[in-house]
């Protein structure tokens, strides 16, 4: 099973950025699509963004498209969240979590192992 561990929260200035790190163990990172969530107090969790096992394909909430830049590393065995131009709104616990295959990529139940998040807070 993968272990995942997320870091690079913190607070942050509305219109600032923080660059978010997700660190798999094991051997297999590179065969898992890597996806980002988060989840605001009272809120259900919902899907960020997400990347393919080689890197070729990207998917975005609508909320973050053009902000938010998801990349991966797999000599490293990370997956990266950048995010500018926070607002108030993106305030929240970001979790990563693997999965295989693309279908229903922003289907958080498709998503088998999860880190334990980060907290962002976005200070208006």
């Known amino acids: 099973q993968v272990q995942l561990v997320e870091s690079g929260g913190g607070l942050v200035q509305a219109g600032g950025s923080l660059r978010l790190s997700c660190a798999a163990s094991g051997r297999t990172f590179s065969r898992y699509t890597m996806g980002w969530f988060r989840q605001a107090p009272g809120k259900e969790r919902e899907f960020v963004a997400a990347i393919s096992d080689s890197g070729r394909m990207t998917n975005y909430a609508d909320s973050v498209k053009g902000r938010f830049t998801i990349s991966r590393d797999n000599a490293k065995n990370t997956v990266y969240l950048q995010m500018n131009s926070l607002k108030p709104e993106d305030m929240a616990v970001y979790y990563c979590?693997?999965?295989?295959?693309?279908?229903?990529?922003?289907?958080?139940?498709?998503?088998?192992?999860w880190g334990q998040g980060t907290q962002v807070t976005v200070s208006s």
């Open positions: 979590a693997t999965r295989v295959g693309w279908s229903r990529i922003e289907t958080k139940t498709e998503y088998k192992n």
